[in-house]
């Protein structure tokens, strides 16, 4: 099936739209079956029993769900292009994708994934912290910070210029990084759940060392809480470790973690 992928011709413009268009459907699909199956089951049918867990005591405000939908769907198109020209690239021969999973050693099929991972935490630490320059700021990046109370719906939610720039360094990975067709799927998908995760306002990890360690070391919500909230701290997407090296991470952040799970 991935083989005959290949007989296409991208470069046509129907074609290449079709592309778009089954690259929107699997993104939005999966934006909405992961935060739907986040927000049901935590804030619907299992909210007492996450209720301690809950960062901000808050409510919603009226519509925010439905302006992070919009500003998601813009990002969902900007994502389904990108991603379009990237399997345009790989067809042509300018990526490092792979399909044989013998072409490598099989272990370089989960260190790939951690190299990738460890690029796109630099890029976006980097890129986060831009971000947050005062004259960016007020033109791209308050968009996703109206967000003040993060949901699940929150992931994604980010002007087009944003999302434009964070679409970048998929491409830029697949061209440096060899990786085979389903490491690449899933990074996506832990870079789907981290970015639910780290927007849920609920702390999801367990309450034992293991999940002390885990929440110190890897961004969930109320690490990514403390970004929300004051802004000059916590720019990390999948781990800390940037934060940390830079004295970016928030100097309460271990406190309100421990005391909450």
């Not at 198109?77 to 399997?87: D, E, R, T, Y």
């Not at 976006?124 to 971000?131: A, C, E, N, P, T």
């Not at 109370?149 to 440096?176: D, K």
Request: charged share 15%; net charge positive.
């Amino acid at each position: 099936m991935v083989e005959s992928l290949f007989k296409l011709d991208f470069i046509q413009p129907t074609v290449f739209f079709t592309l778009c268009l089954v690259m929107f459907i699997l993104i939005t699909s999966r934006y909405f079956i992961l935060g739907g199956i986040f927000h049901v089951y935590f804030y619907l049918w299992k909210r007492e029993k996450w209720e301690n867990r809950k960062i901000n005591k808050k409510e919603y405000p009226k519509n925010q769900f439905k302006k992070e939908v919009f500003w998601s769907m813009l990002t969902a198109i900007i994502f389904s292009v990108i991603g379009a020209i990237s399997a345009l690239a790989w067809q042509r021969g300018y990526t490092a994708i792979y399909l044989n999973i013998n072409d490598y050693s099989l272990w370089w099929f989960p260190v790939s994934i951690m190299v990738a991972m460890f690029i796109h935490e630099t890029y976006y630490y980097w890129l986060h912290r831009l971000m947050h320059h005062p004259k960016i700021y007020k033109q791209v990046h308050q968009v996703h910070h109206d967000s003040k109370i993060t949901s699940a719906w929150t992931a994604f939610s980010f002007h087009p210029v944003e999302g434009f720039l964070e679409a970048l360094i998929m491409p830029a990975i697949i061209i440096i990084v060899p990786m085979h067709l389903y490491a690449i799927l899933f990074h996506l998908t832990i870079m789907t759940i981290t970015a639910a995760v780290n927007h849920l306002d609920i702390e999801i990890y367990p309450r034992n060392l293991f999940g002390n360690l885990l929440g110190k070391h890897i961004i969930g919500a109320t690490h990514h809480s403390h970004h929300h909230k004051f802004y000059r701290y916590n720019f990390g997407l999948y781990f800390t470790f940037w934060d940390k090296w830079s004295k970016t991470e928030s100097p309460n952040f271990v406190r309100d973690f421990e005391g909450r799970v």
